[in-house]
C-alpha cells in the first residue's frame, strides 16, 4: 500500500455527486429539513446509500436511481459547497493511516444544475470556488452534460463550460454522462465542436451497456473525443478507431464496473484488452458513495493476485500511474 500511496497519479474519472465521502453525505442528511420534500425516493435512497453493507445492485439502471436522493441533499449553495469540499479533502489530503493522498490531481465532473435554489452557472461557480482553492497542479472542473438533456440545455451547458473558461475559471473539459440509454447522440455534435475549438477537452461515456448501439459509438468517435469513459462494449469496428488514435485515453472503472454488472470479474475487464496493446489507460474510481471503494484500492486490484486482482507488477502500475498523468486536460 506504501507504493500506491506514494504513486503519483491522476483521477479522471470522478462524479461529484457519486463521490461525497459518506460521513458528508450523513452530515447533510442530518442537516436536511425532514419534512414534506423528503419523499419516499429520497428517504429510501439515502437509506440505501447508507447501508453499512453498502448499495446492493442488479444492474448498472438501480445505480442511477440513487441520485435523486443524493440530489435533494446537495440542492442548496451551502449543501454544494460541503459536499465539493469533502471529495476534494477525501482526493488529495494526506490520509495518515497510509501515508498519502489517494491522488496527485484530480478531474472532478459534475453536471451543473438549476436546483431551485442556484442557476446551473451559480451551481458551477460553487464547484469551482472550492476547487480554486487547490493549486491548479491538483485540481481541475469537468463539466458534465447529461444524456438526457435536449439540444438546447445541451448547448447551454457547453456554453457555460466555454464561458467559464474564457472568465479564467478552471474549467479544463467537457463530459457526457447520465444513463447510457437516455437521449440522442446526434444533438452533441456542434457543441463539441465549440468545446474543442474554445480549447476543452473532450471525454464522453460510451459503449457502457450491451444495449447501446453500435451506430451511437461510431457517432461519438467521431467527434474525436480526447479520452473515453467505460468503453466496455466497443465492436470490432469501433476498437479500430480508437487503436488509431494512440492518445485516446480510456478511463477505466474496475470496482464500478463489477458492482453495475456490466463486467462479469476482472478476468473479463476490457483493461487487459487495452494493457495488451499498450493502449493510454487511467485508473478512476467513477463514484466512491456508492461503490465504497477509493483509488488505493482500485490500484490495489491492479497488483492483488488473481482471481482478487490482475497481478500486475510494480513497473506495470507505475506505467498506468503515469499515463494518467500525461492524459489530464489541465496540463
Ligand atoms: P453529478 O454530475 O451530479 O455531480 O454526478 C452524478 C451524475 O453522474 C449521475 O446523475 C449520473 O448522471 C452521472 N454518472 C455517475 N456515474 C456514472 C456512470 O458510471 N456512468 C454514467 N453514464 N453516468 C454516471
Not at 442511477?64 to 459536499?83: D, G, Q, S, V, W
Not at 438549476?114 to 476547487?131: C, H, K, N, P, W
Not at 464496473?257 to 476482472?266: A, D, I
Not at 484500492?297 to 513497473?315: D, H, I, K, R
Amino acid at each position: 500500500i506504501a507504493f500506491i500511496a506514494n504513486l503519483p497519479k491522476a483521477e479522471l474519472h470522478a462524479h461529484l455527486n457519486g463521490s461525497i465521502p459518506i460521513a458528508t453525505l450523513q452530515e447533510l442528511a442530518r442537516d436536511f429539513p425532514v419534512g414534506d420534500d423528503q419523499s419516499d425516493q429520497v428517504r429510501v435512497g439515502l437509506e440505501k446509500l447508507q447501508h453499512p453493507d453498502g448499495v446492493g445492485l442488479e444492474e448498472i439502471h438501480d445505480f442511477f436511481k440513487l441520485f435523486p436522493a443524493i440530489y435533494a441533499l446537495t440542492a442548496t449553495p451551502e449543501a454544494l459547497r460541503r459536499a465539493t469540499r469533502g471529495v476534494l479533502r477525501e482526493f488529495l489530503e494526506i490520509d495518515d493511516s497510509i501515508g498519502g493522498p489517494q491522488c496527485t490531481y484530480i478531474e472532478l465532473r459534475t453536471i451543473p444544475k438549476s436546483t431551485g435554489f442556484m442557476s446551473r452557472g451559480e451551481y458551477a461557480r460553487v464547484v469551482l470556488d472550492e476547487i480554486e482553492k487547490y493549486p491548479a497542479e491538483q485540481a481541475a472542473l469537468i463539466i458534465s452534460v447529461d444524456r438526457k438533456m435536449n439540444e438546447s440545455e445541451m448547448g447551454e451547458v457547453v456554453a457555460l463550460a466555454v464561458s467559464l473558461k474564457e472568465e479564467g475559471r478552471r474549467v479544463v473539459g467537457v463530459d457526457v454522462c447520465g444513463n447510457p440509454l437516455n437521449g440522442d447522440m446526434n444533438h452533441l455534435e456542434r457543441h463539441i465542436v465549440k468545446a474543442k475549438a474554445a480549447g476543452l477537452g473532450v471525454t464522453l461515456h460510451i459503449a457502457e451497456t450491451k444495449d447501446n448501439p453500435s451506430a451511437e459509438t461510431l457517432k461519438l468517435l467521431s467527434y474525436e473525443p480526447n479520452r473515453l469513459g467505460h468503453a466496455t462494449f466497443l465492436d470490432d469496428e469501433a476498437k479500430g478507431i480508437m487503436l488509431g488514435s494512440p492518445d485516446m485515453c480510456i478511463e477505466i472503472c474496475l470496482s464500478s464496473n463489477l458492482l453495475c454488472k456490466t463486467v462479469p470479474s476482472l478476468e473479463d475487464h476490457h483493461i487487459g484488452y487495452y494493457l495488451e496493446r499498450n493502449h493510454p489507460v487511467s485508473i478512476c474510481t467513477d463514484d466512491i458513495l456508492p461503490f465504497r471503494n477509493s483509488l488505493l484500492g482500485e490500484y490495489a486490484l491492479l497488483m492483488a493476485a488473481p482471481p482478487f486482482g490482475l497481478g500486475l507488477g510494480e513497473a506495470e502500475v507505475r506505467q498506468i500511474a503515469e499515463m494518467s498523468l500525461r492524459s489530464r486536460f489541465g496540463h
